[in-house]
C-alpha cells in the first residue's frame, strides 16, 4: 500500500530537482519524457501552493500586534 502522506515542501524540491535533472539528461524517449515533465508539473504547482501559504502565514504574523487591520508584506533584510 502507497503512503498517502502529503510530500513537505523540501520533499517536492527535492523531486522536482530530480526531474529536471532527468530532463535535461534528454535520454528519455518522448512517452517518458512526457510523463516527467506532467510530474515536474505537478511539483512545481504543489510547492507554489506550499509558497503561497507560508508567505500568508508570515503576512498575518507581521500583523500581529498592530492596530492596522491591513496585513504587512513580507520583506526580505538587505
Avoid: N
Amino acid at each position: 500500500m502507497a503512503d498517502k502522506t502529503p510530500l513537505t515542501f523540501e520533499e517536492s524540491y527535492a523531486q522536482l530537482e530530480e526531474v529536471v535533472r532527468q530532463l535535461e539528461r534528454g535520454e528519455l524517449t518522448l512517452d517518458e519524457s512526457m510523463a516527467l515533465f506532467e510530474k515536474g508539473i505537478k511539483l512545481a504547482q504543489l510547492c507554489e501552493a506550499r509558497l503561497d501559504k507560508a508567505e500568508q502565514k508570515v503576512s498575518q504574523l507581521v500583523g500581529i500586534g498592530t492596530d492596522s487591520t491591513d496585513l504587512a508584506p513580507f520583506r526580505a533584510r538587505d
